[in-house]
């Protein structure tokens, strides 16, 4: 696994009139990431701002902090623009489709290769096993196991089950996205 190095404190979320905090959301093409940021946006009466077939860029207001969140286009072409996204990143959401178990290999690279960018040493992730709702949904014991992330050591991280459909687990979404928040405001 390529889980390594060690990883300290999230970086500092700042308010409002200085800078925006910025919400990465990254995945596999069709794990749901358009779907979370379109529910997101419900919840938090997010503006679209220069949405296109690449990346979708929002901004919300959570807790009086303007948060800037970015949904970027899973396909294999599209991955290589993902790290001019990394360095302002201050949290990352990384959605997985939990009934494609053929390309759960192929995720845990492209997670591992994401994590490896030091720009996002300190960055909290939140991993979501999508589409809970389906037949042959695996369990979040088999994702953690398939994913290696019980080999993630040394990095603020926490997986959550949730059915971007159907709205299952997206109060849990929205309350670690606050809590990260809130963490910072103290």
Partial sequence: MCFYG???LIKKILPTGS?????LILGLDNAGKSTLTARLSEIYNGESKEPNKQVSEWTLIINNYKVQLWDINGDLKNRQMWPNYYQKAKVLIFILDSKDAVRLSEARCVLCDVLM???LNRTPLLILSNKKDTSGSLP???VIDLMGLDRLEG???TIKEC???TGAGIQEIVDWITNKIDKKKK
């Fill in 6 to 8: 060690p990883i300290s």
């Fill in 155 to 157: 990095r603020d991280w």
């Fill in 140 to 142: 979040m014991s088999t």
């Fill in 163 to 165: 059915s971007m459909q």
């Fill in 117 to 119: 960018h030091h720009e």
């Fill in 19 to 23: 800078h925006r905090s910025r919400l």
